[in-house]
């Protein structure tokens, strides 16, 4: 049974940094391309970044592109996001998903002063 659970979301200044966790069970994170999504208030869903089986190339929106870095750690099965130089505009539910077939709950990160 394939489970994603995200983890590390919470309130920060802009400017500051977040590190978000997508603990997978039931398959190994490194056979799939594992993504982060998020979905601001009043938006669609938006791809924030990617990271691909095998040999875990990446890929980022435009958005965050510099600021954040997705990775993988294949013994503890888990995907991280680390986000830094947060802004406003970062305010948004994130959800971990494996293949965009299977989505976890989503953690919520509120960039604010």
């Known amino acids: 049974q394939v489970q994603l659970v995200e983890s590390g979301g919470g309130l920060v200044q802009p400017g500051g940094s977040l590190r978000l966790s997508c603990a997978a069970s039931?398959?190994?994170?490194?056979?799939?391309?594992m993504y982060w999504y998020r979905q601001a208030p009043g938006k669609e869903r938006e791809l924030v970044a990617v990271i691909t089986s095998g040999d875990g190339s990446t890929q980022y929106a435009d958005s965050v592109k510099s600021r954040f870095a997705i990775s993988r750690d294949n013994t503890k099965n888990t995907v991280y996001l680390q986000m830094n130089s947060l802004k406003p505009e970062d305010t948004a539910m994130y959800y971990c998903s494996r293949s965009r077939v299977y989505w976890g709950k989503g953690t919520l990160v509120t960039v604010s002063s």
């Open positions: 039931g398959f190994a994170v490194s056979s799939s391309y």
